[in-house]
């Protein structure tokens, strides 16, 4: 098993729910998130690497399009 783990921090802990809230639907088995303050810790699992590589690309375009929506720079 192949593990990735990924943080954001953001200005603020509503900012950091906000984006993890909207990404959440997405995640389904792939990413398991926890949202700690300011932070947004994401962990990917899969067998292969090419497996982490698209999850990780799907869930940053995810992540911009909230942080777009959010107004975040």
Do not use: F, H
Request: with cysteine; charged share 40%; aromatic share 4%.
């Amino acid at each position: 098993m192949i593990e990735c783990e990924l943080e954001l921090e953001y200005e603020d802990d509503q900012t950091a729910y906000v984006i993890g809230k909207s990404i959440e639907p997405d995640n389904e088995d792939y990413v398991k998130m926890d949202i700690d303050g300011r932070k947004l810790r994401l962990k990917i699992k899969n067998e292969k690497p090419l497996g982490i590589l698209q999850t990780v690309d799907d869930l940053l375009a995810c992540i911009t399009v909230a942080e777009e929506a959010e107004g975040v720079e």
